[in-house]
Each structure stands twice: as C-alpha cells, then as structure tokens.
C-alpha cells in the first residue's frame, strides 16, 4: 500500500503562489489531494501553480487571502471548505523577510508586519481548521519555519529569525495539544534554497558565501522541500508528531 497515497484529502497551502508554497502544492495533488492555493498578491503566480497542477490531472482552487489577519485565515478555510469539502492538510508556508534591517533601526510597524505574516498566521489558520479536524479525530498539520529560526538570521533577518522561532515553537505546542485528538502537527526548517526569496533579499556575493557553510556544496531547491513536506501530511509519517525536519544541506546538524 502506497502510504504517501492522498487521493480524497483536501489541502490548504498558504503562500503558495512561488517558492516553497508552489512546490508542495505540486507536491500534495502529485500524491493526489485537491489543494487550495492561497495568495494574497501575487494572482499570476498563484495561477501559474493551479495551471501546473491542472496539466498534471490533479485539482486544484486559487483563493485570495491576507493570512496574516484572523479574518483572512478564516476566510482562506471557509472558502477552501466550501469549493474542496473538508479541510485535512494545512501547510501553513506563508512568509517573508519583507526587508533587511538592523535592529537599531527596527521599527515598531516593520516588527508588526514581520511578525503578523511569518508569525500569527500559523496560528490564526491553524486556529480556523482546527475544530473540524479536532471533532473528525484526524488531520496534518505542516509549519514552515527556517534554520534561520536555530542562529538568529543573516544580516538584518534577527525579527524574521525570531518570527521563525517562534513557528517552530508553537509547533510543538499544538503538537501536543492536538496529538489527544489525532491530529499530527509538525514543520520544515529550510535553510538556503533557491527561491525568489533570494533573489530579492540576497546579493549572489551572499549567496556564495551561504554556500561555503553548506557540506552538500550548493542551495536546495523548492521542489526538494517540496517533496518533505507532502511525506510529512501523509500516512508514511503517521507516528512523527511535534518535529522539525531540517532541510539544509547539512549546514545545520541539530
């Protein structure tokens, strides 16, 4: 029996209009669940990753939705609900550097905004789908944190690195809260990946020493996270609750 098998599950990923967020919403509907794809601004991208799940025979919605407020996550799951059916995966991917900054000049609305995307929004999804698989006695639950969530971050990443830290804390917490109930809770922690992340966010002079720290010699890929995370919500993964997968190329061995 193929245990990473997903035919009849329904998946919410957020963020899922580039980078990580695209790759395990190919990966999911590969394993064959219907995924909702969430993104906020990006419209194309979030149809550029419906178009490439649909042209592989899998399903898939796109839903507009800012998670990083209560009233967007519960919107995301309501409508995720009434389009796919019940909720049975959550990849809560969702997050940005959003910019570089020291923390002498760290503004107070910078913070919040940092901290609302990367942060709040794992709970506030979590929170809205939560119930249904609490009373269902089942459910997957998939946070993406980061390694920078382990050393503090590259330059001017400390709140985002802290945002991190705290996703892959709560991430235990809900692990136990919710383990009574059947519901598995657990995350990835990438480290340096090629995604449009880094093309933004870090020069090729820092990527290259990025890469010097990295035994395997090079940057993971999206699809490679991608793949982690898909294991993760499915059936092959039925006894690891409350775990963070590191995905880093062994620049971190925890």
């Known amino acids: 029996m193929n245990k990473q098998n997903l035919h009849g599950r329904v998946a919410i990923v957020t963020g899922a209009s580039t980078g990580i967020g695209r790759w395990a919403a190919i990966a999911l509907a590969e394993c064959g669940a219907a995924v909702a794809i969430n993104y906020n601004k990006n419209q194309g991208g979030a149809e550029e990753t419906r178009h490439i799940i649909e042209s592989q025979g899998g399903r898939a919605i796109i839903v507009q939705a800012d998670v990083s407020t209560k009233q967007g996550a519960q919107s995301l799951v309501e409508t995720a609900r009434a389009q ?25 609305e910078l913070w919040d905004r940092v901290m609302d995307l990367n942060f709040k929004s794992v709970l506030f999804c979590s929170q809205a789908v939560m119930p249904e698989m609490m009373d269902r006695g089942h459910g997957v639950i998939v946070n993406v944190g980061s390694i920078a969530g382990h050393h503090g971050g590259g ?59 990295i035994p395997l010699g090079r940057v993971g890929t999206s699809e490679e996270c991608g793949r982690v995370i898909a294991f993760l919500a499915s059936d092959a993964a039925s006894y690891i609750q409350g775990e963070m997968i590191e995905i880093n190329g062994g620049q971190l061995m925890v």
């Open 155 to 213: 330059p001017g990443a400390a709140v985002y690195a802290s945002a991190k830290a705290g996703v892959m804390c709560l991430t235990k917490g809900l692990a136990k809260e919710l383990a009574p109930y059947g519901v598995r809770v657990n995350g990835v922690a990438p480290g340096v990946i090629d995604t449009p992340f880094h093309e933004r966010m870090s020069t090729p002079e820092l990527l290259r020493q990025f890469v010097t720290t």
């Open 84 to 108: 796919l059916g019940p909720i049975d995966i959550l990849v809560n991917n969702a997050g940005d550097l959003i910019q570089r900054c020291s923390l002498l000049e760290f503004s107070e």
